[in-house]
């Protein structure tokens, strides 16, 4: 049994409040489920909100003690890479996580770096779980792309989605809708494109509610296909939401 908790982006007292909503209590500095579900990330857990370090920090620790399973996002790719040294543009919503960062103490900044690039690292492209009926990706995937792991193309897509190389006026990178084209028998839960409302086309489901513009953060309850939501502290940004 899962939770899927869609793209946090330091919004870190909202997942608190999700957490406690899906039926999680802290115990010894770690959230777990009286009934063992497990929370499951779906990517881009830090930049643009208010509190990227604590929620990271939360992941790192929840993952290597078992209790969460996570997938990167674009976000966490970025990050990942300019914690390696990597020539990254600090712009669309990095700053926010690298101003964070640089207010850490030099022991702080360590633990983060280190544990991050080991969670990314270790971390599949996607999951598969429940003997192949439930897939999370970060963006999606095709069809036949699952089964394929060290594949330049795969990566691409659960990281940025169906891209076209093209960006539309207001400079957002123009994706293809391939929810709508998706044939299989799994389930694929993803997130990275803010929706209002959990959209389910076809079997997969799309839980970035854009909590970091506003909207909400969602956790999708598997096998039950239910979910909850958090209302987003934040101000609402209504262009930041693409599909309907």
Known sequence: ?????????GCYHELLNLLEQLGYREQNGLYQHPRGRRMVFVGDITDRGPHSI??????????????????????????????????????????TTVEEYQRLTTEKKQWVKTRFIHLVENAPLYLVLDEGRLIVSHAGIRQNMIGQQNNKAVKTFCLYGDITGEKDKDGFPVRRDWAKHYTGEAWIVYGHTPVKQPRFVNRTVNIDTGCVFGGHLTGLSYPELTFEMVPSSLPFVAEKFRLD
């Open 54 to 95: 604590p929620t990271l920090q939360f992941v790192v620790r929840h993952v290597n003690a078992g209790r969460a399973l996570y997938v990167p996002g674009n976000h966490c790719d970025k990050l990942y890479r300019f914690f390696l040294g990597r020539n990254v543009q600090i712009t669309h919503g990095l700053e």
């Open 1 to 9: 049994m899962y939770d899927i908790i869609g793209d946090v982006h």
